[in-house]
């Protein structure tokens, strides 16, 4: 909204700064940052005050979670409502990029949101039948890989070599779709202590924000030797309302947590980071850089797998955060550690702009 003032206005003056994206990064930033933080408080008390008994904590998981009974969850709204207000604000509502990822983050959210409303009306940790869940994913996807796709080439890039791609014709719609739904369960799957996925996918919107800007330049991109993608710089202003929505939760996140996003939040969150790889033709850098989700969400594959073909189980107990913990690792020692690595995969997955 207000980039269409300052160019209404013929951008004059210091309305001049929002003309640029770098500019309007930092300033969307700020803005879902400092929504969250103003909303939080009186909103997780409002969940706590519906909820009351809050999020279902399974009696199977490690026991240290029991202590964790009553804490409310559908925190992700917080993520949702500063991150929207802060892009309506800044971002250039012309783009379709932007509107694309947008779409995935609030459709992703509501059928998250669906999910946490199943399980905390009925206090159970079952929620919306999984079938129904990919099903409706995957009628957002597809929705949201149309509008992108009609934006770019059906090519899929390969990291670490320059100019090669797989043109993947039609099956590029099936295949942008996959990533999308895949990035969304897998954060999923992660978020399953307290701040395990919110750093993580900070760090992954920061390093697609570089990517998205550098893309979105012709200069840049035929320097490294990336894909350019015309109007992809502009969801670098998306990824920096995802930074600072996410930052502003992980103040109430952080252990021990207030309030859990639950499924509408990281749900959104990974469908958004999917859109986002997909726009700006960096599919397989989302694998690299959100490589900590993939590892999580492979961990789950291979022990179900496993114990329906030996009866036996891979890791103690899956996702592989909680294996960890069974192995007597406190909760607090495995988020600040799986930083870690998101932070050097983040590292990794820059490292492909240049080796190529």
């Not at 509501?110 to 206090?123: A, E, H, P």
């Not at 957002?140 to 014709?169: E, K, M």
Request: a positive charge; glycine letters at 10%.
């Amino acid at each position: 909204m207000l980039y269409l003032i300052a160019q209404w206005l013929e951008f004059e003056g210091i309305l001049n700064l929002v003309r640029y994206q770098t500019f309007r990064f930092g300033a969307t930033l700020m803005t879902a940052l400092i929504i969250g933080l103003i909303i939080g408080p009186r909103f997780i008390n409002m969940l706590r005050v519906r909820q009351g008994k809050g999020q279902p904590i399974r009696e199977d998981g490690p026991q240290t979670h029991l202590a964790k009974r009553g804490t409310p969850t559908m925190g992700g709204l917080m993520i949702l409502i500063s991150l929207v207000v802060a892009l309506l604000l800044w971002m250039d509502l012309s783009s379709p990029f932007v509107w694309a990822c947008l779409a995935v983050t609030i459709g992703f959210g509501v059928i998250g949101f669906m999910d946490d409303y199943d399980k905390v009306s009925k206090n159970s940790h079952r929620g919306v039948s999984g079938r129904v869940r990919l099903l409706l994913e995957f009628i957002v996807a597809g929705i949201a890989a149309y509008i992108i796709v009609s934006q770019i080439n059906t090519n899929l890039y390969i990291p670490f070599l320059s100019d090669r791609s797989i043109p993947l014709g039609p099956f590029y719609y099936v295949f942008a779709a996959f990533v999308i739904v895949g990035a969304g369960n897998a954060v999923n799957l992660t978020d399953g202590l307290d701040g395990l996925a919110t750093m993580p996918v900070v760090i992954a919107a920061g390093t697609f924000a570089l990517i998205c800007y550098l893309a979105g330049r012709v200069d840049f991109s035929e320097y490294l030797g990336i894909p350019h993608v015309p109007g992809a710089g502009e969801l670098a202003v998306f990824c920096a309302a995802i930074m600072g929505a996410g930052l502003a939760f992980l103040w109430f996140n952080a252990p021990p947590a207030a309030v859990f996003m639950g499924d509408t939040g990281s749900l959104a969150l990974g469908g958004a980071l999917g859109a986002i790889a997909v726009a700006s033709h960096h599919e397989i850098v989302l694998a690299i850089v959100g490589g900590l989700f993939v590892f999580e969400a492979l961990s789950v594959i291979i022990q179900v797998f496993w114990f329906k073909r030996t009866g036996k189980r891979v890791f103690r107990m899956a996702p592989i955060h909680h294996h960890f913990e069974q192995l007597g690792w406190s909760e607090s020692t495995v988020v600040i550690r799986f930083w870690i690595v998101s932070i050097v995969l983040a590292l990794i997955g820059l490292a492909t702009l240049k080796l190529r």
